[in-house]
């Protein structure tokens, strides 16, 4: 039950910034933030998510980091370590290593998807084919079974060879050089997507009100994905803390990390879009939205293998790097609590994922976990809106785990960690001490009525509080 003797440490807070940010910025940020937002119709969308962002997700992030540094454990054992043995708050450590389980069991199928991608633009599969021919380049591999299988046993195998190389070498040298790579290589995409005719209609798409396309699912699916995109609510942040030393800065760490997931995501949107609209291609066109609009794009730009390959490589990479965090809560859970080897435990539960992803690889077919799948779930979330097994695990785990796991720890550290502790541990080695006080009633009181009043929404419960306090 106890921790390993000596705890590893980073070299350098930059190096915790650096595969924190590798962490946060992954397919959450070039593959699903701009595919939701073309679903839920841009403007308010990307707002409320934008204040989730800073409301939600920046004073949790800075709770998870605290959690972590302070107790120096992984999630469950933080947890107990802060208040008391077998203490019921440990259950959302353990939920934080379930949803681990739960989100990179799919996450590696996009993965997957973003390795046949990279090898589809190496081997020039885009040069010479029209707009059309490339987008349905999409829906083959969506409904390949066996492909699908085969990339994400693949990204699985990479993720666990990387995890077992522990937590210095593995995490921070990949981050180091790749995550400045993506970022320079969606800059490059914006600089021509600003030239497309398609630009203008983009902007105003993704920044101005469309308040009439905005659903209660919607905002839930926002605030779900502000825990994703910066990996919140699980215990990501605590594990990667507890490498952290006693003195970094928490607050401008936060910040920091938020800052860049942020501009990432929006840039994402302002690549994309521009490209959707420029070609008359249908905003909403759901998971595929990157995979088909990036290689529209590059295959009419001189040396589209070239430009393709690297985009998907780095996107492959910004996936790794989420991965490996979420790899690493289940991992350093088995080490810390259960006494067990860093490559024992790595190569169980990377294999568990990698079997539970299983059924996700085949969502796309027409079979079980596929069509019948959708077919079933009808009876929940009404006709035509059925989730396969890939799109329920994605909904359950980051619109519901996440957003109750983050609750969790905000009323944690809100409401029972020690007054002092908090606040000696906030405002070591920190200029923003001042900002204390606004932190602890974020958590206290923003953050739960906040997370609770969305839940209620988006069950249908809401609508009836307000009529019947006369507001509705
Ligand atoms: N933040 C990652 C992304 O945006 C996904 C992730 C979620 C990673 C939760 C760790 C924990 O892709």
């Given amino acids: 039950m106890s921790a390993t003797p000596e705890r590893a440490h980073w070299k350098s807070r930059f190096g915790f910034i650096l595969a924190a940010a590798g962490s946060a910025v992954g397919l959450g940020n070039i593959w699903k933030f701009p595919y939701i937002t073309g679903e839920n119709g841009g403007g308010w969308f990307v707002l409320i998510y934008l204040a989730c962002i800073l409301l939600v997700g920046l004073p949790i992030m800075m709770a998870e980091i605290f959690i972590g540094r302070t107790a120096q454990k992984s999630p469950v054992g933080a947890f107990r370590d802060l208040s008391t043995p077998k203490s019921p708050w440990m259950l959302v450590g353990w939920l934080g290593v379930a949803a681990g389980f739960v989100i990179l069991s799919y996450y590696s199928v996009v993965a997957g998807w973003a390795m046949h991608y990279t090898y589809l633009s190496a081997t020039d599969a885009f040069a010479g084919k029209s707009p059309e021919q490339i987008s349905s380049i999409f829906g083959e591999l969506y409904t390949n079974t066996s492909l699908n299988l085969f990339w994400h046993g693949m990204f699985m195998l990479v993720t666990i060879g990387v995890v077992i190389g522990g937590v210095q070498q593995g995490v921070e040298r990949c981050s180091k050089i790749l995550m400045p790579a993506l970022f320079l290589m969606m800059l490059i995409l914006f600089g021509r997507a600003m030239t497309t005719d398609g630009f203008g209609q983009a902007f105003d798409f993704i920044f101005r009100g469309h308040a009439e396309k905005l659903t209660a699912a919607g905002v839930l699916e926002a605030l779900g994905h502000a825990f994703f995109t910066l990996s919140l609510g699980m215990g990501a942040m605590i ?101 067990w080897s860093r490559s024992k435990s790595t190569v169980v539960c990377g294999l568990a994922i990698a079997l539970l992803g299983i059924p996700s690889a085949m969502s796309g077919g027409t079979g079980i976990f596929g069509e019948q799948f959708a077919k079933a779930t009808e009876v929940i979330f009404g006709e035509g809106n059925g989730k396969n097994w890939f799109d329920l695990f994605d909904y359950l785990a980051s619109n519901w785990m996440l957003p109750l796991g983050g609750l969790g720890i905000a009323m944690f550290v809100a409401w029972r960690v020690g007054p002092e502790a908090r606040e000696r541990g906030f405002k070591a080695g920190s200029k923003f001490g001042s900002l204390y006080w606004g932190w602890v009633a974020l958590l206290r009181f923003l953050v739960p009525i906040g997370v609770v009043a969305v839940f209620l929404n988006a069950i249908g419960v809401m609508p009836r509080i307000l009529q019947v306090i006369g507001l509705g």
Avoid: R
């Fill in 239 to 339: 594990t990667y803390g507890s490498y952290l030393q006693k003195d970094d800065d928490v607050v401008s760490t936060s910040v920091t990390i938020s800052v860049l997931d942020t501009l990432i995501a929006l840039l994402a949107c302002m690549v994309l879009f521009p490209i959707t609209f420029s070609h008359g291609m249908e905003p909403a066109a759901g998971p595929g939205l990157v995979f088909k609009n990036i290689p529209v794009a590059l295959s009419q730009m001189p040396g589209t293998t070239f430009w393709a390959t690297i985009f998907f490589a780095l996107i492959v990479f910004a996936a790794l790097t989420s991965a490996i965090s979420l790899l690493e809560v289940a991992v350093s859970y088995f080490i810390d609590e259960k006494g």
